[in-house]
């Protein structure tokens, strides 16, 4: 088995030639074509379709896939989910348009699912909240659903003005509840129908706002990438966290693992499955007795790699100041075109990186 190499060649010039930002006017067609690149291409089709009809639907900022017009431009939930090998199966994770992953304290690590729509009544276990993952929910303009936090999260809650549903606050009645089969504090689940009158009490913007800026674009359809082969992922966060990924090529899709074995969503019974997987290498220490972490996102830019259809190619990304949205730029620095579908983030440090592996 081919293992990919797992370095940069040289130093990438980051070119802000796109600002990634928009009026919320333009929201339900932010998911603008970007120019098919030198070594790209689409994917033949094998017989001619007719012209699809998206009367009354809108792309989602989210995957760039086609939505009813009346959600496309709803703000999105940032929910924390358990990622401990006792809590798992989680529920409603395979709501999520994007998933992030991240150390957390003591090797594990912290899910948190960016979902458009919540429909489930029963979406957790929810867990507490860490600082970065605060960060990253703002950029998205989300509502952030977690119970408790750090003084650090509480801080930057504070500080970015992000509206939120905490289960520690008055409001955790309406939207959490606990499963008594299962012990605190892996019991505390959301349901769709709590966050969305949690939402209505604590009298919060329900539209994206005006200036929000864009992490990626996406392609208008299905595009194959050169690049070395990337049919098997492993991430090691640490000697407890390695989640993989197995590429499926007969769907296009790449499917998670973690603790040896299928990564399952228990309301449906189905593996968590991913269109586009983006490995964003990240300055990650610890910062306090307790053992949490923190991450370098403000005023910094990194290195990555963008995975999709079986092939791995080579990223940057940037973010500029606090209350902007980072961007992923690609191998020229033009905000980078990812595929229609479902992304999956891993925040992953850089000082891992001998436990980084993508191969065929």
Known sequence: MKKFSVRFLGTILLVAALTGCQKKEESNTTAEVAPVA????????????????????????????????????????????????????????????????????????RLMGIIE???????????????????????????????????YALSKISELKVNNLSGLEAIGTTVFYR???????????????GIFEGTK???????YREDLCKHFNFYEKDTQLEGENANHIKLGFSSSANPFFDYNKEEGL????????????????????????????????NIDSNGYQTINFENATGKGYYITNG????????????GKAMRYLDTDGRLL????????????????????????
């Not at 499963?179 to 129908?193: C, V």
């Not at 790449?254 to 309301?267: M, T």
């Not at 964003?280 to 220490?285: C, G, R, S, Y």
């Not at 092939?311 to 606090?322: A, R």
């Open 117 to 151: 729509k919540p429909s489930s009544e029963r979406i957790g276990s929810v867990r507490s909240a860490r600082h970065y993952f605060v960060s990253v929910a703002e950029e998205y303009d989300a509502i952030f659903v977690h119970y408790g936090q750090t003084k």
């Open 201 to 207: 009490k604590k009298d919060y913007r329900t539209e």
């Open 38 to 109: 030198t070594g790209q291409e689409e994917l033949p089709a094998e017989t001619p379709k007719p012209e699809e009809n998206h009367e009354g639907e809108a792309q989602s900022l989210l995957t760039g896939l086609w939505i009813p017009k009346e959600e496309a431009s709803l703000r999105p939930y940032a929910v924390m989910f358990n990622n401990i090998e006792y809590a798992s199966p989680q529920s409603g994770t395979s709501e999520a348009s994007i998933l992030y992953e991240a150390l957390a304290e003591g090797g594990i690590t």
């Open 254 to 285: 790449y499917y998670r693992g973690q603790f040896g074995k299928e990564h399952i969503d228990a309301n449906t019974g189905e593996p968590l499955a991913f269109k586009n997987i983006i490995v964003q290498l990240v300055e990650e220490k």
């Open 311 to 322: 092939k791995v190619q080579e990223i940057t990304w940037e973010k500029n100041e606090s």
């Open 179 to 193: 499963d008594k089969s299962i012990k605190a504090p892996h019991n505390a689940f959301a349901s769709a129908k």
């Open 337 to 360: 075109s990812i595929n229609p579908g479902k992304t999956y983030v891993a925040l992953y440090p850089t000082y891992r990186m001998e436990n980084l592996s993508i191969s065929e």
